[in-house]
């Protein structure tokens, strides 16, 4: 049911949607788990020296605020790839069969990533995580 649901949105409203997650239940060992997860404090300050990051990115253009308004031209100028980067994103694009929106999209995410990481370049780990949020362009997600 899940997969004819799927297939009846578009390609290019998919396009529109940085990140395809599927998220299964969490089982009872992980939740029952005392292990130590990580502090919403931590996470807090990490978006924020992210957020500071992006706002240096984009000080002298005043209409942009986050790498997700960024034009194609300026993903372009502000995510410079490895050719490591290169191959992994050429394979994507021929096995998912991604568009050039979704292309960008996977850019801007890798940045964002990379932001919340405190890199200054987008690395391949980036490009790999910007690549699995794009779950639903995979053929036989959901089952």
């Given at each position: 049911m899940v997969q004819k649901y799927l297939s009846k949105i578009s390609g290019p409203l998919l396009d529109r949607i940085d990140l395809h997650v599927e998220v299964?239940?969490?089982?009872?060992t992980s939740l029952a788990s005392s292990d130590?997860?990580?502090k919403s404090d931590i996470i807090r300050n990490r978006v924020i020296k992210a957020r500071e990051i992006q706002d240096k990115r984009f000080a002298d253009k005043p209409e942009l605020h986050y790498n997700a308004q960024m034009s194609p031209k300026m993903v372009r100028k502000v995510?410079?790839?490895n050719p490591d980067g290169i191959m992994l994103l050429k394979t994507a694009m021929e096995r998912l069969g991604l568009s050039a929106r979704a292309y960008d999209r996977i850019l801007k995410v890798a940045r964002t990533i990379a932001d919340l990481a405190g890199s200054e370049n987008v690395e391949l780990e980036h490009l790999a995580e910007s690549i699995n949020?794009?779950?639903l362009d995979r053929d036989g997600w959901a089952g």
């Open positions: 299964t239940p969490v089982n009872f130590d997860a990580e995510c410079h790839i949020y794009r779950s």
